[in-house]
T-cell receptor
Framework: DAGVIQSPRHEVTEMGQEVTLRCKPISGHDYLFWYRQTMMRGLELLIYFNNNVPIDDSGMPEDRFSAKMPNASFSTLKIQPSEPRDSAVYFC???????????FGPGTRLLVL | AQKVTQAQTEISVVEKEDVTLDCVYETRDTTYYLFWYKQPPSGELVFLIRRNSFDEQNEISGRYSWNFQKSTSSFNFTITASQVVDSAVYFCALSELSNDMRFGAGTRLTVKP
């Protein structure tokens, strides 16, 4: 079975541009998580969904960030407008239950110039 | 409040040495789950183990072993006869019924030939 799929793997953009990160969770997993990893703050949970519904978005840093899950096999994390401080690795993870093991995608390395 | 503490920021060993990575957690829940993930230089997060709070048996998987002690709130990870391929950042994580998963800051392990 395929693992969590993320695209793009790398993204370089200029400040002010819109960035969209994509994630396909493992089939059958009801939970989907978006994390951000930086040297300064480590791994931070941004938002998670259960059955396509956002449950906790308290980790989303600002209104510039938004996430959607239109169906069970696809989610997006959008940053508009992007800023240099958004540069980080963004991971998507999925699990069958909230306490079960989260399986991570390969991450999207974002650089905002 | 800090939930997961990995006091060792960096560890360096020579190949074939044994090494233990420490993890101390904090929770008020009686039911919780502990995890270890490996992040090699390629960047992905690889699941290693999940342990629930009711199972204190130590686990061994090849050269890897885990020591879970509720009395000291610790879940330490030992690599026996380390190899260069073990070089990575290792994260300990805690999942509680009442809270989202929390990751420690990670321990960077370097195994020198």
């Amino acid at each position: 079975d395929a693992g969590v799929i993320q695209s793009p793997r790398h993204e370089v953009t200029e400040m002010g541009q819109e960035v969209t990160l994509r994630c396909k969770p493992i089939s059958g997993h009801d939970y989907l998580f978006w994390y951000r990893q930086t040297m300064m703050r480590g791994l931070e949970l941004l938002i998670y969904f259960n059955n396509n519904v956002p449950i906790d978005d308290s980790g989303m840093p600002e209104d510039r960030f938004s996430a959607k899950m239109p169906n069970a096999s696809f989610s997006t994390l959008k940053i508009q407008p992007s800023e240099p401080r958004d540069s980080a690795v963004y991971f998507c993870a999925s699990s069958s239950n909230r306490e079960e093991t989260q399986y991570f995608g390969p991450g999207t390395r974002l650089l905002v110039l | 409040a800090q939930k997961v503490t990995q006091a060792q920021t960096e560890i360096s060993v020579v190949e074939k040495e044994d090494v233990t990575l420490d993890c101390v957690y904090e929770t008020r829940d009686t039911t919780y789950y502990l995890f270890w993930y490996k992040q090699p230089p390629s960047g992905e997060l690889v699941f290693l183990i999940r342990r629930n709070s009711f199972d204190e048996q130590n686990e061994i998987s090849g050269r890897y072993s885990w020591n879970f002690q509720k009395s000291t709130s610790s879940f330490n990870f030992t690599i026996t006869a380390s190899q260069v391929v073990d070089s990575a950042v290792y994260f300990c994580a805690l999942s509680e019924l009442s809270n989202d998963m929390r990751f420690g800051a990670g321990t960077r392990l370097t195994v020198k030939p």
